[in-house]
Each structure stands twice: as C-alpha cells, then as structure tokens.
C-alpha cells in the first residue's frame, strides 16, 4: 500500500506540473506504475498468507514427529516457571542461586516421588486382581449385559436381512503385528527411553531455575529503551505470576479434593483409598477429561471390590457429589475471574495438545494456553487478519480507483 500510494503521490505531482500541457506519456508511465505496484502489494500479501497457514499447519505434525525432545523440554519449562517464586523467596533470603534452584529440583521430585509411589504400588495390586474379578464384574453389571446382548441380537438380525453376500475374490493376506510377550518386554524396552527423557528435563529445569534471575536481568537490560524494558519486565512477571497462580492453586484444590475422596472411600471400607485420592487429585488436572475418567476407574473398582451393585456404585458417586462441589463453587471462588478461561478455548487446548502429545499433552494443555494468552495479553495481539483483509494490501485499492481519486 504505502508503494502504491507513493506512486498516486508522483501519479499527482505529475499532473500537477504538466497542466495545460500535453503530458500523455508520462501519465500513462504513472499510471503502469501504480499497476505495477499494486500487484506486487497483492502478490506479496498472498504469498504472506499462504506462508502463515502453512506454518500453522506444519507446526502441529513437526511437534508430534519430534516429541522426543520438544515434550520433555516444554513440560520442563512449564515445571521450571511454576517453581521461580519459590526460587525468588529462597535468594531474597540469601541462597545462592544455583543452591536455590537445586533445593527446588530436589522438593519437586521428593513431592512427585511420594505421589508415584502413593498412586503407582497400589495400583499395581489392582490389576494383579482385574483376571480374578472379572466374575465379579460380570455379575454386577449382568442387567446391563443383558441389554446390551438383546440390542446386539437384533442389530445382528436386522444387518443380515439388508446385507448382501460377500463377493468372493482372491485371497486375503492378512499382516500380524508382534506385540511385546509380557510386561517385563514393554517395561525393559521402554523404561531406558523414559528415563533418559526425565533426567533430560530435570536437568533442563535445575539450569533454567539457576539461570532464571540472571536471565531475566539481561533480558531486560538489553532492550532498547526505558519503557520496553518495563514492558518486558511486566511481561515475564505477568507470565510468572499467572503460571505459577493457577498451578498452585489448583494444586491445593485437586490435593483437598483427593484428600476429601480418600476419607470418603475410607468410610464406605474401600481398599487403598490413598491410591484413589491420588488417581483423582492427578486427573482433576486435565479439565472436564479427567474427571470423567475418575469417574469410570472408581466405577469399575468399585465393581470390583462389592457384590452389591448399587452398593459398587458408590465410590464413584462419592467423588461426582465432590467434584460437582469443587467445580461450581470452590474453585472458581478460590481462582476467580482474573485466571477464568473460556471454555471453549480449554476444550481446543485440550483436543490439540491431547493428539499432538497424548496424556502429557493434555496435562499440559491449561498451563501451555496460560501461558500463551499471558503473553498475548500484555505484550498486544498480532491484528494479521485485520492487516491483509481489511487494511492490508490484500484488498487494497485498485489503481482505477487511485486514479480517479487523483
């Protein structure tokens, strides 16, 4: 745009200083040139677009081709920055920083050792018992088998009578894939790869907590002038604060959560109630997702440990009554509005982050959009739709109306 009106600016000049004259040439050189540049602004601007939304879409299937090493790196970073105001309480107390930064590395994994073992040693007696209480199961859920047996019957009946005879051909090859023969293969040939990964990301965590202040000083120190510096402090701050806010709030609400369903569980003689507070404070981190599973894992446990069906049920009525609690008053009493996000935006975080990194994506997926709209928020939104479509050369003005206009 600013090309073709430079060239309606000498287009102007031009007729300005050959009236009353016969300047034909020149106003048809004008004019070629001002087409000229409008079509290399439109073709510029395409080729802009066409870039970003082929870099949007690229960006989706290179993180999950190198989840190896984008994964450990960004849950470490989402750790690391959720551990710098325990780092900065610990060095305005005088700890040096590299000592402050291995304190908060060795509490992390002391807390997320406790919690593995709390959840991960009783969960493994559970499905040692799964093969011996299948009956069980069966049992209690024979009415709803029942049903499902007479719908399956009928859709069967109803399929032959519509459906026409398989064509017969050549013959079929059919491929098998081996499976790992026992627990022990899947566990020894994968246990070295996770390993290598978790020491990656610790190591990746302790240097970025031991580098973090030093960081943050050249970071701003760097910047041109006073008032980028203080956006960029108050950028980082922002994004420390928001990050390190809800992950530790929602920590001590999925922690109360757990500890309330542990005592529930214990009341009503549940084995391992610990293990299932666990379970359910871990899963409560992924929104809506999570404690559906709960849910269902407490359903089947319950089957599996009472005869009773009704009876089987409750554990996981247990935790519905306290999570309807938590989610419409607890939490968003003890978040509030300032870390309320819209519900929309969790459930496109959670579906992306879900099929680009699984599990871990999905954990990861409210802090990574806190992040995000944090920095979005304080440093300003790119307007790129409004520049090419509204104001930008994509739709610019014709060299006709430049003309006209002249």
């Given at each position: ?11 102007s ?11 034909t ?52 970073l ?6 710098v ?10 700890m ?29 007696g559970?499905f ?13 859920l ?16 109803t399929?032959?009578?519509?459906q026409r005879?398989?064509?017969t ?11 790992p ?42 910047r ?104 419409n ?21 959670l ?5 680009v ?50």
């Open positions: 745009m600013e090309s073709a009106a430079g060239a309606g600016q000498i287009l000049e031009s007729v300005a200083d050959g009236a009353g004259k016969d300047e040439p020149n106003a048809d050189a004008a004019v070629d040139f001002v087409t000229e540049a409008f079509r290399r602004d439109r073709l510029l601007a395409a080729l802009t677009l066409i870039a970003g939304a082929g870099f949007v879409l690229a960006v989706p299937f290179a993180l999950m081709a190198g989840a190896e090493f984008f994964l450990p790196i960004t849950a470490a989402v750790i690391a920055i959720a551990l105001p325990s780092l900065e309480w610990l060095e305005r107390r005088g040096p920083s590299s000592a402050a930064a291995l304190t908060c590395v060795l509490m992390f994994l002391i807390t997320a050792n406790v919690a593995i073992a709390a959840i991960v040693v009783p969960a493994t559970w040692s018992l799964l093969p011996d209480r299948i009956g069980r199961i069966r049992q209690n024979r009415p709803v088998i029942e049903l499902y047996a007479s719908l399956d019957k009928f859709i069967a009946q399929m032959k009578l519509v005879a398989p064509a051909g050549g013959s079929r090859t059919v491929v098998t894939q081996s499976a023969n026992s627990l022990l293969d899947l566990l020894t040939s994968s246990a070295p790869h996770a390993l290598i990964q978790m020491f990656f990301a610790i190591l990746v965590i302790f240097f970025f907590l031991s580098g973090w202040t030093s960081l943050r000083r050249r970071t701003i120190s760097n041109g002038s006073f008032s980028s510096a203080m956006a960029t402090a108050r950028v980082i701050q922002d994004m420390v604060n928001a990050t390190s806010a809800y992950l530790g709030t929602i920590t001590i609400i999925n922690v109360t959560l757990g500890a309330a369903v542990s005592v529930g569980l214990a009341l009503i003689s549940m084995p391992t109630p610990l293990m299932w507070g666990g379970l359910v404070a871990l899963l409560n981190y992924i929104p809506y997702l999570g404690p559906i599973l709960a849910a269902l894992l407490l359903a089947v446990g319950g089957l599996m440990t009472f005869s009773d069906a009704w009876y089987a049920l409750l554990p996981a009525a247990i935790f519905v009554g306290m999570h309807l609690v938590e989610a008053a607890i939490t968003p009493m003890l978040v509030g509005r300032k870390l309320t996000i819209n519900p929309l935006l969790i459930l496109v975080a579906s992306f982050w879900g099929w990194w699984g599990t871990v994506g999905a954990l990861l997926a409210v802090p990574l959009l806190i992040i995000l709209k944090t920095i979005l928020d304080a440093a300003g939104k790119p307007d790129i739709a409004g520049f090419l479509f509204e104001e930008g050369t994509l739709t610019g003005t014709a060299p006709e109306e430049v003309l006209a206009s002249r």
